[in-house]
């Protein structure tokens, strides 16, 4: 562990409970990174977190950090960069804590355009209660609910991120580490709501149920399969068959939620002069 | 050593031994991490960048005339 990451993770906790192989902790580290690079205040950085395996996260990093009640991670770093506006704010939730039973909070962050930074670990599957499928579980894919394939379409997040307007849309995976920080420097930088979508393994039940071999193996299977945007434009459809775009997908100019708040308070505050 | 591994944090995923362009890395008898090539690494940090337990840590060599 290099130096730097060792200062933003709290060493008592570790090593962390994840399981071999889990791309959770590749996108901690890119995470801690992204902190790093900015050079945000340790003491002025809240990282909000849900539940399920992605939202242990909270707990390993050293900031200011609340673990909160299932897919409410957004609604609880709401309040937080409401109240306290000049916090940086960044959550980290998991596919099934944003999509399914946080997804109402999900679509209405991004519509209001809060500056908060999301971070999604998407692994298409509930890791922590057993492989159930998510929202994000691809069709046909197989899981411990679905064991002859998934019967249900998978949301595109980030397309919904876009649809309900969210100004910062990435997509990275765990295998594209070092591509993913840059993406989160961004993300972070960006004030307004911001989704990054990280596409990670689960090789104990995802991988397993679809016979995709090793942590390894599915790594490779991501650096496959994704494709940047910047190539994407240049190839023939065929030929993007299959695969993912990777990179910047959206940004856009939109008003700020907790900045329009402001403006209010200080509009409020100038009816009552000299009363 | 170039590849320093804490045996504590590693889970044995294998990772780091599947991506190394060079074989350095293989699982020991109890299913964990160590170089066996050591001569071979050439400081990619690929194995450090993806390790999920943050048991890897790659040092480069310093040069001789910067440590003068």
Known sequence: MSESVGKFLRQSALPHIWCPGCGNGIIMRSVVRAIEKIGLDQRKTVIVSGIGCSSRSSGYMNFNTVHTAHGRALTFATGIKLARPELNVIVMTGDGDCTAIGGNH?????????DLTTVIFNNGIYGM???????????SAKATTAPYGNLERNFDIAQLAIAAGATYVARGTAYHAQMLVDLVVKAIENKGFSVVDVISQCPVYYG????????????????DHALPVQAADKLEPEKRQGKFLIGELHKSEAPEYTAEY?????????????? | MAVEINRRYCKGCGICVELCPKSVLV???IGK??????????????????CPDYAITVVKPVKKEEKA
Request: net charge positive; charged share 25%; with cysteine.
């Open chain 2, 27 to 29: 699982l020991d008898e």
């Open chain 1, 262 to 275: 402001e403006k209010l308070i200080e509009a409020a505050k100038g009816k009552g002069d000299g009363q």
């Open chain 1, 106 to 114: 999900f679509i209405h962050s991004a519509r209001r355009n809060i």
């Open chain 1, 129 to 139: 209660t057993g492989g159930q499928y998510s929202p994000l579980t691809p069709f």
């Open chain 2, 33 to 50: 991490s160590t170089v066996k090539n050591p001569d071979a690494c050439i400081y990619c940090g690929q194995c450090e960048l993806r």
């Open chain 1, 208 to 223: 397993r149920k679809n016979k995709m071999g090793s942590a390894g193996k599915m790594l490779l299977w991501q650096r």
